[in-house]
């Protein structure tokens, strides 16, 4: 597990091997200099994905690579010949999903969930 101190020392870290500063890296991803600070002194939780994200812009770093800094991981290499049951994913809350850079509430799951549970089986269709 990933704790907040961890999270930020490796941020901070990558921040001068890169040569930023506090302020450019902040300046870069569009947040305040003082939360990056907070962050790499481990006294803020670890963000949510869209914060993420824009410390990835501020570090000049992936997306992916931040997320598994924050011990965010992807699945599994699916391969091409796995079916991935779109509804099992988004009843599954320990799972990380996100929409343009949004993490998806339990509420917006919910309801993308009835959404396709209205559309006609394909099934029937053929």
Do not use: C, W
């Not at 200099?33 to 481990?42: H, K, P, R, T, V």
């Not at 770093?61 to 010949?81: C, N, P």
């Not at 549970?117 to 029937?124: A, R, V």
């Amino acid at each position: 597990m990933i704790t907040n101190k961890k999270f930020g020392t490796q941020i901070k870290a990558i921040r001068e091997n890169k040569h930023f500063t506090v302020r450019q890296t902040a300046l870069q991803g569009g947040f305040s200099s003082a939360y990056l600070s907070q962050i790499e002194n481990g006294k803020k939780n670890i963000p949510k994905v869209a914060t993420l994200y824009k410390i990835a812009k501020g570090l000049r770093i992936s997306q992916d690579d931040i997320l598994i800094l924050a011990g965010i991981t992807h699945i599994e290499d699916v391969s091409t010949d796995t079916n991935v049951d779109l509804g099992e994913q988004l009843e599954n809350n320990s799972l990380l999903l996100s929409f343009e850079g949004k993490e998806l509430s339990p509420e917006y799951r919910q309801a993308i969930l009835s959404i396709l549970k209205t559309l006609p089986d394909s099934d029937h269709n053929s």
